[in-house]
């Protein structure tokens, strides 16, 4: 997975061939996990919880890697900008809150940050 970790480290957007390699090294530990899973319940049937679910690590590191080839962000810029622009609040001002947009879509990948940042119209009414 070292495509998919350098890519992880950078909070880059993978391109198309890098999604592809990613959903093939996704494979083995989608496997591992639903194999994991059975041999737990066969043993210890309502044994495992959150808490010591041995496979959490495994699901926690598969999701890190599934959310790499998000179609959210991989949306063409012109329509990921009128999505950013209808998460603004209709009724009041836009706020600096790092809970709202436009500030907020600013945390999820370098991508939504440079598509924020060049959206003039996130930012017309910000307080």
């Excluded at 959210?72 to 709202?100: H, K, Q, V, W």
Aim: glycine share 4%; net charge negative.
């Amino acid at each position: 997975m070292d495509t998919a970790n350098n890519i992880l480290d950078t909070n880059a957007v993978p391109d198309d061939a890098d999604c592809q390699r990613i959903h093939e090294l996704l494979v083995g530990p989608r496997k591992e996990i639903i194999e994991l899973t059975d041999k737990i319940n066969g043993l210890a049937p309502g044994l495992t919880d959150e808490r010591n679910d041995p496979t959490s690590f495994i699901d926690s590191e598969l999701e890190a890697h599934q959310a790499l080839v998000s179609l959210a962000c991989r949306l063409p810029e012109d329509l990921a900008a009128e999505i950013f622009t209808g998460t603004l609040p209709s009724n009041l001002n836009a706020t600096m809150s790092s809970r709202e947009s436009p500030l907020l879509l600013c945390q999820i990948c370098r991508a939504w940050r440079r598509l924020a940042f060049s959206t003039p119209r996130l930012w017309v009414s910000l307080h």
